[in-house]
């Protein structure tokens, strides 16, 4: 299984960024994915999720990001709009085996994936 995040980079503010998370070795619709991040000096956070049709995220990014998923790809999305500094992190996809579906008290919990990607970089900076 593997998880491979990409699309990171320099973005001014305000400006906007795709995030991909393309899936190998796991069936669609077998897995959920969640969105990570870690900005420097802090905690890894939960940015987004998505299974199916449920779909949650962070109240810092509600309203700016949206995930989304192409099964036939096995890809996952996270489009980030209206960027911020605060934004500057190392953006991680991890996967959960499994169709069920997390819940909004849960699906934050790092240790509840099985699989994480190797992480890019986005730089919100003018």
């Known amino acids: 299984v593997q998880l491979q995040a990409s699309g990171g980079g320099l973005v001014q503010p305000g400006g906007s960024l795709r995030l991909s998370c393309a899936a190998s070795g796991l069936t669609s619709g077998h897995y959920t994915i969640g969105w990570f991040r870690q900005a420097p000096g802090k905690e890894r956070e939960g940015v987004s999720y998505i299974g199916g049709s449920t779909k949650f995220y962070a109240n810092s990014v509600k309203g700016r990001f949206t995930i989304s998923r192409d099964n036939a790809k096995n890809t996952v999305y996270l489009q980030m709009d209206s960027v911020n500094p605060d934004d500057t992190a190392v953006y991680y996809c991890?996967?959960?085996?499994?169709?069920?579906?997390?819940?909004?008290?849960?699906?934050?919990?790092?240790?509840?994936?099985?699989?994480w990607g190797q992480g890019t970089q986005v730089t919100v900076s003018s």
């Open positions: 991890a996967a959960r085996r499994g169709s069920s579906r997390m819940i909004s008290s849960s699906w934050r919990q790092q240790d509840l994936y099985n699989y």
